[in-house]
T-cell receptor
Framework: KQEVTQIPAALSVPEGENLVLNCSFT??????LQWFRQDPGKGLTSLLL?????REQTSGRLNASLDKSSGRSTLYIAASQPGDSATYLC???????????FGSGTQLTVLP | KAGVTQTPRYLIKTRGQQVTLSCSPI?????VSWYQQTPGQGLQFLFE???????NKGNFPGRFSGRQFSNSRSEMNVSTLELGDSALYLC???????????FGQGTRLTVV
């Protein structure tokens, strides 16, 4: 059974800092790994999708990496802004390709 | 292109009642998945439908059911509501050529 863990559970940084969010998974037989952002009381916004054959994906200030052999993914956020404050969730697609197993999230606060 | 639409956004029901939630996927998406999000358990997979057939089911009691129509719209039903069913219910759709999941804003169900 796939298990996904995210560390840290919460993170507070000053504006402008670069930061890394971590995600680990127990079953390396994944189809892909997806990073989401969730604002309070809202749905999930897809940030980046990394296919199992890829090592990283980039979108603007965001860069996500995937290391299947070690069961790890990281989300790098450059030059953080207060608008980046949200909960960040990673999800591994395994077994049925569209069944996602989610981590518990990292709550990020970027202080002005 | 419109995103995933979930209705209603908020619901208050009494214990023992039943409830039906609706999800309209992004145009062209034929896969629809449902997830339950609670503070204690996080995001958990309920079931996935593709072309009107349930392809995968999570570990939830039989009170939770769903269906998909020929236009790919999906409904989920919860019967004999319990206080513990209070949660944010999220629907996601995926395009035919990708496993990337796109989520709606969710339906907030409160059982009193």
């Amino acid at each position: 059974k796939q298990e996904v863990t995210q560390i840290p559970a919460a993170l507070s940084v000053p504006e402008g800092e670069n930061l890394v969010l971590n995600c680990s998974f127990t079953d390396s037989a994944i189809y892909n790994l997806q990073w989401f952002r969730q604002d309070p009381g809202k749905g999930l916004t897809s940030l980046l999708l990394i296919q199992s054959s890829q090592r990283e994906q980039t979108s603007g200030r965001l860069n996500a990496s995937l290391d299947k052999s070690s069961g790890r993914s990281t989300l790098y956020i450059a030059a953080s802004q207060p608008g980046d404050s949200a909960t960040y969730l990673c999800a591994a697609a395994s077994g049925s390709a569209r069944q996602l197993t989610f981590g518990s999230g990292t709550q990020l606060t970027v202080l002005p | 292109k419109a995103g995933v639409t979930q209705t209603p956004r908020y619901l208050i029901k009494t214990r023992g009642q039943q409830v039906t939630l609706s999800c309209s996927p992004i145009s062209g998406h034929r896969s629809v998945s449902w997830y339950q999000q609670t503070p204690g358990q996080g995001l958990q997979f309920l079931f996935e439908y593709f072309s009107e057939t349930q392809r995968n089911k999570g570990n939830f009691p039989g009170r939770f059911s769903g269906r998909q129509f020929s236009n790919s719209r999906s409904e989920m039903n919860v019967s004999t509501l319990e206080l513990g069913d209070s949660a944010l219910y999220l629907c996601a759709s995926s395009p035919p050529d990708s496993t990337e999941a796109f989520f709606g804003q969710g339906t907030r169900l409160t059982v009193v």
